[in-house]
């Protein structure tokens, strides 16, 4: 059976793509991996001398998202496994799956963001470039924007 992996990160997309990983790990009885990447070069307008303090508080960051992450999917009687990777986020989300040997990549879009036919919405680029690289399957979750408790999964590309 191939992994379902959720990316995850905090923001208002990380219940939304958290719960539609727990709901497709259910119903295909895959096992599900959360994973949340570091990524170093975010903070590089960061005082000198700080950088180990904050990364160091980024992946404290992490690790908190994750422990949610995992109490929701125990919460639905779903043991997952909680990942950490520090460097590039696609760079490391595609090793990661290639790693693994995934079937199912689930990513998180805010409710604000674009979904357009015409495949410039960021999110779905990322999503298209992670399938071109990896050859897994990846679906993009957005919250609902009238419902905070509802979203709407759809696979990339379409």
């Not at 070069?41 to 980024?58: F, M, N, R, T, Y």
């Not at 990942?83 to 199912?104: K, P, T």
């Not at 298209?128 to 408790?149: E, K, L, M, Y």
Request: glycine fraction near 8%; charged fraction near 25%; proline fraction near 6%.
């Amino acid at each position: 059976m191939n992994e379902i992996v959720c990316a995850t990160r905090g923001g208002e997309a990380s219940r939304a793509v958290q719960m539609a990983a727990i709901e497709q790990a259910k119903a295909s009885g895959s096992p599900l991996i959360f994973l949340y990447v570091v990524a170093p070069d975010a903070i590089k307008d960061v005082e000198p001398g700080l950088e180990d303090a904050v990364l160091q508080e980024l992946v404290w960051l992490g690790k908190a998202v994750l422990n949610v992450a995992e109490d929701r999917a125990e919460s639905e009687g779903l043991p997952a496994e909680k990942v950490i990777r520090m460097g590039n986020v696609r760079d490391e989300i595609c090793g990661f799956l290639m790693e693994q040997q995934a079937g199912l990549l689930l990513l998180g879009a805010p409710r604000s963001a674009t979904t357009s036919i015409f495949g410039d919405d960021p999110v779905e680029r990322f999503a298209s470039s992670i399938h071109d690289n990896t050859g897994v399957d990846v679906a993009v979750v957005r919250p609902d924007i009238d419902d905070p408790d509802s979203y709407y999964t759809y696979l990339v590309p379409a």
